[in-house]
């Protein structure tokens, strides 16, 4: 997590600083640099193993490797991920229209075959979920997937689909910044929402003036935009 974000989200936990002033610390022009999502890919891939892929359906998830393989072992591992309070990426070989429960709980989907017309892709904009098909090979027996370099991901790795820019990470480091754009962006909304219904309400007997009434427009439209440019998808996010 880039440090700024870090102190400023430090000083709002600990009643510091009330959520007006946190946002007008937050610089719209900056937030590029404060979300570095190109630079947070390239600092998670150095550590990780990063596959090229076809995208399905543009996005942005991240959370453990879920690889089926029977319905016995999905069980499994969906409740595993559920028990833990984790989201999970699912991997497998073949999805058809049953597929579609299992895709909906997920962030994410992967396959290795398919066209733009395959179950999966149609699943995957149904439900505007990330998904991309990669070159990989599975091994249920082993719980695994098995890379073209021979390289081997086990199940429940820590797994990103930037399927916006055509990639998957896998094993990658939880204290690398990119698993908190998302949770930061969520931030950001909520405050703004928190705001709006707080300090906007007509019967409320605070307000906010001018400037920093525009300032909040300006940060929320910015978000808006890096939102939409990188796929984040973000659920939360409604002008």
């Known amino acids: 997590m880039p440090a700024y974000f870090r102190y400023l989200t430090d000083l709002l936990d600990e009643n510091i600083i009330d959520s007006l002033e ?15 999502i190109d630079e947070s890919i390239k600092s998670v891939s150095s550590r990780s193993i990063k596959v090229d892929g076809m ?24 409740e ?20 579609e429960p299992l895709i909906k709980c997920s962030d994410g989907a992967i396959g290795n075959r398919g066209g733009q017309t395959c179950h999966l892709a149609i699943i995957a904009r149904t439900l505007c979920k990330p998904a991309i098909r990669l070159p990989i090979y599975f091994d249920y027996s082993k719980n695994r997937i098995v890379l073209d370099s021979g ?15 055509g990639i998957v990470l896998f094993n990658c480091d939880r204290n ?64």
């Open 22 to 36: 946190y946002l007008m610390r937050i610089q719209p022009d900056n937030l590029n640099s404060i979300i570095d």
């Open 55 to 78: 995208s399905f359906y543009d996005g942005f998830g991240m959370g453990k490797l879920v690889i089926p393989g029977s319905v016995s072992n999905l069980k499994r591992t969906v």
């Open 80 to 99: 595993y991920c559920y028990t833990h309070k984790k989201k999970y990426i699912i991997a497998q070989e073949m999805f058809d229209s049953d597929s």
């Open 151 to 165: 390289v081997e991901v086990k199940q429940f790795s820590d797994t990103i689909i930037f399927s916006s820019k």
């Open 176 to 239: 690398s910044s990119i698993f908190y754009i998302r949770d930061s962006f969520q931030i950001y909304l909520r405050l703004i929402s928190d705001l709006i219904f707080k300090y906007l309400d007509q019967h409320s007997s605070i307000q906010i003036d001018t400037d920093n009434r525009g300032h909040i427009k300006y940060l929320w439209l910015k978000l808006a935009m890096i939102n939409k440019e990188f796929g984040l998808n973000i659920p939360e996010f409604r002008l």
